[in-house]
């Protein structure tokens, strides 16, 4: 594929990717460019930030101690998570 192309496999990984750290200059203007050009990644990406919106909601209803170890994820877990979305990518 083009290198200024996604393909939208591509593209839904990056969009998980970003919602965990931050994305390469190189990655985050491909990702743009394909956003721009597809509306159904642009619909995955709304769905998306409804969701985890409706999940920060949801645990920041829940008691204090149960939100706190829920948002608190270890370096080394989100690190983990990282890896496994850059092999799926």
């Known amino acids: 594929m083009n290198v200024l192309m996604l393909s939208c496999k591509k593209a839904s990984s990056l969009i998980e990717k970003r919602s965990v750290s931050n994305l390469t200059l190189v990655d985050g203007f491909q990702l743009r460019m394909h956003l721009s050009m597809c509306k159904i990644c642009k619909a995955y990406e709304s ?5 985890d919106q409706a999940l920060s909601r949801q645990l920041s209803s ?3 101690a149960e939100n706190i170890a829920a948002k608190s994820l270890s370096k080394e877990f989100k690190d983990k998570i990282i890896i496994e979305l850059d092999k799926s990518s």
Request: proline share 0%; aromatic share 12%.
């Open 47 to 51: 769905q998306t930030k409804f969701i």
């Open 62 to 64: 829940t008691n204090e």
